[in-house]
T-cell receptor, first 112, second 118 residues
Framework: GENVEQHPSTLSVQEGDSAVIKCTYS??????FPWYKQELGKGPQLIID?????GEKKDQRIAVTLNKTAKHFSLHITETQPEDSAVYFCAASNFGNEKLTFGTGTRLTIIP | DTAVSQTPKYLVTQMGNDKSIKCEQN?????MYWYKQDSKKFLKIMFS???????INETVPNRFSPKSPDKAHLNLHINSLELGDSAVYFC?????????????????FGPGTRLTVL
């Protein structure tokens, strides 16, 4: 089955700086890669996703890149703000398969 | 107007007891899930139902039994609770796309139920 590794497990950045979280996956059949943000005491919420037919996707301050050859994808947050502090999860799946395999999470702390 | 709701939010119980967690979604989705998040925040799928039929059943002790009375509800019953069952349990839902489509739908998560077994 699919295995997703995520690094780093914790990340602290100064407000205004950029944050990068990286994930690798094992199953070459995976073609859907969402990123979820989990705030304290809440359930995970989708913030951005990317499909295997594109290499990069951007939504305001958030961007995701995908390298299918190397089987890794990354989340980039620019101009970080205190409200970006949360746990971020990457995940992988393939079309038609409802099963999402999650990474181990990254606790991001934005230092004011 | 909550999209995916779970009850209770907190559940504290003794070892050996039987307990249930309820989940309801009002999004019109046809697929629902149960996830377990342990103390290290690791999120792992347990079960998935589509139109009341079980489609994903990971390696979960048979003390855990999901029940889907209709498409909008997926409850989780746990028998003979053990200390290791302490975790946060999340319900989620999504809409399965027609076969042949090349897309994937977002999973919407509930707020979680924190289960503590003493």
């Amino acid at each position: 089955g699919e295995n997703v590794e995520q690094h780093p497990s914790t990340l602290s950045v100064q407000e205004g700086d950029s944050a990068v979280i990286k994930c690798t996956y094992s199953d070459s059949a995976s073609n859907y890669f969402p990123w979820y943000k989990q705030e304290l005491g809440k359930g995970p919420q989708l913030i951005i996703d990317i499909r295997s037919n594109v290499g990069e996707k951007k939504d305001q301050r958030i961007a995701v890149t995908l390298n299918k050859t190397a089987k890794h994808f990354s989340l980039h947050i620019t101009e970080t703000q205190p409200e970006d502090s949360a746990v971020y999860f990457c995940a992988a799946s393939n079309f038609g398969n409802e099963k999402l395999t999650f990474g181990t999470g990254t606790r991001l702390t934005i230092i004011p | 107007d909550t999209a995916v709701s779970q009850t209770p939010k907190y559940l504290v119980t003794q070892m050996g007891n039987d307990k249930s967690i309820k989940c309801e979604q009002n999004l019109g989705h046809d697929t629902m899930y149960w996830y377990k998040q342990d103390s290290k925040k690791f999120l792992k799928i347990m079960f998935s139902y589509n139109n009341k039929e079980l489609i994903i059943n990971e390696t979960v002790p048979n003390r855990f039994s999901p029940k889907s009375p209709d498409k909008a509800h997926l409850n989780l019953h746990i028998n003979s609770l053990e200390l290791g069952d302490s975790a946060v349990y999340f319900c989620a839902s999504s809409k399965r796309l027609a076969s042949g489509t090349s897309s994937y739908n977002e999973q919407f998560f509930g707020p979680g139920t924190r289960l503590t077994v003493l």
